[in-house]
Every structure is written in structure tokens, then in C-alpha cells.
């Protein structure tokens, strides 16, 4: 029996940009993927189609999958020859139990990798504007769990050593035993005005930080009733962020913006609005379900003058139509184009020249391709359906966790179609209850997605002024501005 392979990734503290390349490469080529509550679910998007998500997140007091179920998920899914992939917030062996599923991996003669990733130790405080180091602040930096096995769940550490000898200390989950910690620091010599402050789900935007001393964190954080996940950060270094404070003040940062996609891709609109600061959630993720192939048109391409594809997915589903069904591709005698650069460029780079235009006159000897959608837009003229485009249903439950994490405050429609599937689409309307457009901004791309939000009794709160992406950055901020 072939045994599969096991890679302990680490997805770093939640910015989806921060893991490894390694960690994405590993990610992409999963047959299974077990993930826990803090690692950004959005690195799911990048998974193959068919691989096995399961969740073990873990939330205070209350364990989805107890350690040891995980343990043996991984034993028996490498033994059935699997390729799994198994990710953890931040950095696995800092706090991450990666030690202890190596052992059990290593103990079944099974293969595996430790791909390290970006502890949140480091990176929130640096996405709050403080470096964990400094020549003047600090030159000592220590991570320090604030929950562990004992009794009582408070940490059993040489206090004296960390208030007399560390300049920066960075505790992890420490808000429950947040009164605890600042007495032991304080007793042990550490100045009651030391700067401390939480960061809560850093390097998202929702990123949120409290600050205070050691003698007044703990009634602030009591107050405010801050929780976890949060880092909290002992030392004087902190006083660098009045300075250095970059992340927070993104045009965008605090937004949390649902984008309607129809597409199969993330789009670049996502990454802008990220680059601006926001916490994107695109929805839904979308997968092709195979349809009947049309052989009688296939076999008679010489027959068409014009083929017009409509996506750059029909363009990758023409070609692998024609090699599954050995048709030479030099049997195309026809003039060839694209409903955008996009899709001219994907039959460029097959060597296939072509044209951008949405104008072409509809006769028996035009030949349109794309998804089952077309059916709907085109007359009198052949169709090649090479796929039905549909929502994957195994990325439902992961936006709802998402959804319960980030609450969003405003939903973002760039087109007519993707006001159509909100409204439209089966599952997509069981995510949402009626009331949710009443509770966040509807900001539409231009006059068409305004006309069908209209058309189902929306009335949107803004409109880019011009149909293009960065109209609709600039309306988006604009919005956040006015509150």
C-alpha cells in the first residue's frame, strides 16, 4: 500500500498575503486539508477542485475536534495514499502542537514536511505600528503562551526572569488571564507604567488594539470587554507606534465589503479594495459541472466564419474539448474573438489569434462559446456549452464561518449578473436573511447592477459615477468616510 504524505503548514496570522510560498504551493496540490478557526479561510480558495476541506477549529472551551481526532485524521488519510495538507494558524511550531502530530506521523512510518509560517507574535504587533525589536526599546523579545495545562489555566512561568530580564514580551490568548499576568509582571519587578497593548485578529482589517499599562489593561480590556484572538504586547517599545503606525491608517482599514463574484477566479477588484485595507469576502465560489459534449458541432468547426468565446474559462474548456475528443485544432478556418482583453490574451497565448468585440451580427454562421449562461444572451446562432457553471456547495459552510468572524458593513454588486444571483441563487439566499441588505451599504459598479438592484426593491446607498474599478474604490471610500 502506497502511504501518502502529510505537510504541517503553517498560513501565517491571517493576511492571506503573508504565507509562504511554500505553504501556497502545498495548499494548491491538496487531495485533503484539515484547518483550524485562525487560519484565514480565503486560503481555501486556492485548494483544488475535489479536495476534502474538515474543519478542527477550536473555540474557548468548546473543541470542534479534540487533538487526538486530529491525530488520527491524519494517520488514516496519508494511509489511504492521500496528499494532505494540514494548516494552522501562524507559524505550527510556535503554540501550534505541530510537534506532537509529527511524532504520531513519524511514529506510523509516514512522510511529512514542516512548512513554517509568520507567527502572529511578530506580525501583529508590526501591522499595529511596533517592531518587536529596537537598538533604543528593546534587543531581548520573548512568546510566551498565557494559557496552558494546569489547573487553574493560568501559566506556570519564571516570572522573574521575563519582568527583569525581556524588554518586549509577547503573550498569546492572554486575555483571559489578563489580571493575572499584568500582578505576576508587576510583582516581579516590572514597572506598573509599562505600555501594553492587545491586538486583536491582527494584519485583518477588522484588526482591533487596546492600550494601557500594566496596572490598567486589565479593567480597560474588562470594559471594552476585548477577547480573543488577541496577542498582548508588554513593553516600552510600543511608544514607537505614534510614529510608525502604518496599517490603520489605509483608506479602507475597518471595512469588512462582501463582493459578489460570478466568476470562477478571484478578481481584481478584491485585490485592490485589499491593497486599500479592507477584509474582502468574495462570495460564492463557484465550480463547473459537466454537460453533454455537442459533437456534431465540434466535428464541423470548418463550418463557422466567426467564433466568439465569452470568457477566458471557455477558452481553456475549447481546447481541452478538442484534445479529449482528438479533433485537430488547424480544422478552425474561422475569424476568432473575445468579449474581453482578458480572453483575447488567453487565445494569444495558445497561439491563436484573435480580436476583442461584443458586437457581432448573430447568424448560422457564427459559433458562440462559453457556459451554460450564454443560452440566455445569444439567438440564432450555434452554441458550444462547455460547462454549467454552479456554486460549490462545500464552500457554504466555510462562509458562514467567515461571516460569523467578520461582520460586514457593506456589500459591493459590479454588475447586473451578480444582483441576479444573490436574488436568484438557491443557496446563495439561504446564506442571507431578507433584513441583511437593510444592515449594510449596497454600493453598485454603474447604472445597470443599480437598475436590477431597483428591479428586486433595492435602492443602493452608492454608485460609482463611471462603471470601472476605480470609480468604485473611491465610491467605496467615500462611504466609509461619511460613516
Known amino acids: 500500500m502506497n502511504k501518502g504524505k502529510v505537510f504541517l503548514v503553517g498560513a501565517g496570522p491571517g493576511d492571506i498575503g503573508l504565507i509562504t510560498v511554500k505553504g501556497l504551493e502545498a495548499i494548491k496540490q491538496a487531495e485533503v486539508i484539515l484547518y483550524d478557526r485562525l487560519a484565514n479561510p480565503k486560503l481555501l480558495d486556492f485548494a483544488p477542485f475535489g479536495?476534502?476541506?474538515?474543519?478542527?477549529?477550536?473555540?474557548?472551551?468548546?473543541?470542534?475536534?479534540?487533538?487526538?481526532?486530529?491525530?488520527?485524521?491524519?494517520?488514516?488519510?496519508?494511509?489511504?495514499?492521500?496528499?494532505?495538507?494540514?494548516?494552522?494558524?501562524?507559524?505550527?511550531?510556535?503554540?501550534?502542537?505541530?510537534?506532537?502530530?509529527?511524532?504520531?506521523?513519524?511514529?506510523?512510518?509516514?512522510?511529512?514536511?514542516?512548512?513554517?509560517?509568520?507567527?502572529?507574535?511578530?506580525?501583529?504587533?508590526?501591522?499595529?505600528?511596533?517592531?518587536?525589536?529596537?537598538?533604543?526599546?528593546?534587543?531581548?523579545?520573548?512568546?510566551?503562551?498565557?494559557?496552558?495545562?494546569?489547573?487553574?489555566?493560568?501559566?506556570?512561568?519564571?516570572?522573574?526572569?521575563?519582568?527583569?530580564?525581556?524588554?518586549?514580551?509577547?503573550?498569546?490568548?492572554?486575555?483571559?488571564?489578563?489580571?493575572?499576568?499584568?500582578?505576576?509582571?508587576?510583582?516581579?519587578?516590572?514597572?506598573?507604567?509599562?505600555?501594553?497593548?492587545?491586538?486583536?485578529?491582527?494584519?485583518?482589517?477588522?484588526?482591533?488594539?487596546?492600550?494601557?499599562?500594566?496596572?490598567?489593561?486589565?479593567?480597560?480590556?474588562?470594559?471594552?470587554?476585548?477577547?480573543?484572538?488577541?496577542?498582548?504586547?508588554?513593553?516600552?517599545?510600543?511608544?514607537?507606534?505614534?510614529?510608525?503606525?502604518?496599517?490603520?491608517?489605509?483608506?479602507?482599514?475597518?471595512?469588512?465589503?462582501?463582493?459578489?463574484?460570478?466568476?470562477?477566479?478571484?478578481?481584481?477588484?478584491?485585490?485592490?479594495?485589499?491593497?486599500?485595507?479592507?477584509?474582502?469576502i468574495e462570495f460564492p465560489k463557484w465550480k463547473n459541472a459537466e454537460v453533454p459534449v455537442n459533437n456534431n458541432i465540434l466535428n464541423n468547426l470548418s463550418h463557422y466564419e466567426e467564433i466568439l468565446f465569452t470568457s477566458v474559462e471557455s477558452v481553456v474548456e475549447f481546447i481541452q474539448l478538442l484534445m479529449k475528443e482528438k479533433i485537430d485544432i488547424r480544422s478552425l478556418t474561422a475569424d476568432l474573438y473575445g468579449l474581453s482583453n482578458k480572453t483575447v490574451t488567453a487565445l494569444q497565448e495558445r497561439g491563436l489569434l484573435a480580436d476583442i468585440t461584443d458586437h457581432l451580427f448573430q447568424h448560422e454562421t457564427l459559433?458562440?462559446?462559453?457556459?451554460?449562461?450564454?443560452?440566455?444572451?445569444?439567438?440564432?446562432?450555434?452554441?458550444?456549452?462547455?460547462?454549467?457553471?454552479?456554486?460549490?456547495?462545500?464552500?457554504?459552510?466555510?462562509?458562514?464561518?467567515?461571516?460569523?468572524?467578520?461582520?460586514?458593513?457593506?456589500?459591493?454588486?459590479?454588475?447586473?449578473?451578480?444582483?441576479?444571483?444573490?436574488f436568484e441563487e438557491e443557496s446563495v439566499v439561504k446564506l442571507f436573511p431578507p433584513e441583511f441588505l437593510q444592515e449594510v451599504k449596497v454600493i453598485c459598479m454603474g447604472d445597470r447592477s443599480e437598475m436590477a438592484a431597483q428591479f428586486y426593491g433595492v435602492v443602493p446607498d452608492a454608485k460609482a459615477e463611471t462603471p470601472t474599478r476605480e470609480a468604485l474604490i473611491d465610491t467605496i471610500i467615500k462611504c466609509s468616510i461619511q460613516g
Open 51 to 280: 479536495c476534502e476541506l474538515i474543519y478542527c477549529g477550536k473555540l474557548p472551551d468548546r473543541h470542534t475536534l479534540r487533538q487526538e481526532g486530529i491525530n488520527s485524521l491524519l494517520v488514516d488519510k496519508a494511509l489511504q495514499g492521500k496528499r494532505v495538507v494540514r494548516l494552522k494558524g501562524g507559524d505550527p511550531g510556535v503554540f501550534g502542537r505541530v510537534g506532537e502530530e509529527a511524532e504520531v506521523l513519524a511514529s506510523e512510518g509516514i512522510e511529512f514536511e514542516m512548512v513554517p509560517g509568520i507567527s502572529s507574535g511578530m506580525a501583529a504587533p508590526l501591522y499595529a505600528g511596533i517592531p518587536v525589536t529596537h537598538r533604543q526599546f528593546g534587543e531581548t523579545f520573548a512568546v510566551v503562551t498565557a494559557h496552558d495545562q494546569s489547573k487553574d489555566g493560568k501559566p506556570v512561568l519564571d516570572w522573574k526572569a521575563l519582568a527583569s530580564g525581556i524588554d518586549t514580551i509577547a503573550f498569546y490568548m492572554g486575555v483571559k488571564n489578563l489580571p493575572y499576568i499584568c500582578q505576576c509582571m508587576i510583582e516581579n519587578g516590572k514597572a506598573p507604567e509599562t505600555p501594553v497593548i492587545l491586538i486583536q485578529w491582527g494584519t485583518f482589517s477588522r484588526q482591533k488594539t487596546l492600550e494601557g499599562t500594566l496596572s490598567t489593561i486589565a479593567a480597560l480590556a474588562a470594559e471594552q470587554q476585548f477577547s480573543n484572538p488577541a496577542i498582548t504586547l508588554v513593553g516600552d517599545i510600543i511608544s514607537l507606534r505614534e510614529k510608525i503606525n502604518w496599517f490603520e491608517k489605509k483608506p479602507l482599514f475597518g471595512r469588512q465589503v462582501l463582493l459578489a463574484r460570478t466568476g470562477y477566479q478571484s478578481s481584481g477588484l478584491a485585490q485592490a479594495l485589499t491593497e486599500q485595507g479592507a477584509d474582502v
Open 367 to 422: 459559433l458562440v462559446v462559453g457556459d451554460s449562461r450564454i443560452a440566455h444572451k445569444y439567438r440564432n446562432c450555434d452554441l458550444l456549452i462547455t460547462s454549467e457553471k454552479v456554486v460549490d456547495e462545500t464552500y457554504l459552510p466555510i462562509l458562514k464561518r467567515i461571516l460569523t468572524d467578520a461582520k460586514p458593513d457593506s456589500i459591493v454588486f459590479p454588475s447586473a449578473q451578480s444582483i441576479k444571483m444573490y
